[in-house]
């Protein structure tokens, strides 16, 4: 049943292999959060293609092991490791970004979840900063620094972002949710000032894929969910079409339901408590 689901929801995506190549030839790929799940698998799709990749993660051993894969291949791969949440590790990894010369496209898509109950958050502040540091301040730090570089390239930066952020928000994800919101809305509103100088952006606003990141929400093993290679498929096409957004062809649908439930729940609360007064 599932798979059937998952068939109509997550609809194939077919890749130009010649056109992704005429966008790569030559290019330095920045991907943040390489070492695992969707990262990876962009990371072994672009393996193919005569271009510079840049992995960088905390796990230094599986980004060695990616391009020793990678390297078998035609992609010339450079890795870096950092805890990009660290602001000396960051500076360091940033000497060595405009240390390549040239950067053309960056994948922002380095991230961490948490589901938790505000109750049990409530001893937890660092919950919202770590996540925060991650999706939020680090990426904008990151860009901060590169856009001359991206301007020079007449680059592009992919959001790797989620459907949350478009959807009324769920209990349990606040940390995370709010974190992802935020860089979403970070990057629209930047959008128009980099559109106008050559700077293509792209938001990939993904649904539920199976990656480590939702392994540990028992809920989520057995509901329909995207493959992280389709996801990586999806990040891929883009840097050809540089549309300025991917999102699932039903999210319009979820989108008008979050609009209706919120109000017919606010509507029915309201009318309980006028009965009750
Ligand atoms: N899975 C989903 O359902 C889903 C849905 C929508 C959007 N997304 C987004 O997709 C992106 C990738 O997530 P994923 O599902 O592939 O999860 P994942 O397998 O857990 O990958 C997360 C990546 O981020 C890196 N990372 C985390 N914290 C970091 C830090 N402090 N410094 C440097 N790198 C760090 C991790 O590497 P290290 O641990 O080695 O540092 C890992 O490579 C995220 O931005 C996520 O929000 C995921």
Same mark, same amino acid.
């Given at each position: 049943m599932n798979k059937l689901l998952e068939s109509i929801l997550f609809l194939p995506t077919t890749l130009h292999m010649q056109k992704l190549h005429s966008h790569l030839a030559g290019k330095t790929v920045l991907i943040t959060g390489? /070492? /695992?799940?969707i990262g990876k698998e962009v990371a072994y799709l672009l393996a193919d293609f005569e271009c510079h990749l840049i992995l960088v993660a905390r796990r230094g051993h599986l980004l060695q092991s990616i391009k020793a894969e990678i390297e078998k291949q035609k992609a010339k791969v450079s890795i870096f490791q950092a805890d990009l949440r660290a602001e000396d590790e960051l500076t360091t990894f940033l000497s060595f970004l405009h240390n390549q010369g040239t950067l053309d496209i960056i994948i922002n898509n380095a991230g961490l979840s948490i589901r938790r109950s505000i109750y049990e958050s409530l001893e937890r502040y660092h919950d919202f900063t770590r996540t925060m540091t991650i999706n939020y301040f680090a990426p904008v730090r990151i860009l901060l620094s590169t856009i001359p570089l991206l301007q020079k390239s007449k680059g592009q930066i992919i959001n790797v972002s989620t459907i949350n952020t478009k959807l009324a928000p769920v209990p349990y994800f606040a940390a995370y949710q709010s974190s992802k919101a935020a860089f979403d809305v970070w990057v629209r509103s930047v959008l128009p000032e980099l559109r106008k100088n050559n700077i293509a952006i792209t938001t990939v606003y993904l649904p539920?894929? #199976? $990656?480590?990141? +939702?392994?540990? $929400?028992?809920? *989520? =093993?057995?509901v329909p969910a995207m493959s992280a290679y389709q996801a990586a498929k999806l990040i891929c096409k /883009? +840097? *050809? $079409? =540089? #549309?300025k957004k991917y999102q699932p062809w039903w999210l319009i649908f979820g989108q008008l339901a979050s609009v209706f439930l919120t109000n017919l729940m606010d509507f029915s609360k309201k009318r309980k408590r006028n009965e009750t007064n």
């Open positions: 390489a /070492s /695992s799940g539920l894929v #199976r $990656t480590p990141m +939702i392994e540990p $929400t028992p809920g *989520y =093993r057995n /883009s +840097i *050809y $079409t =540089r #549309r």
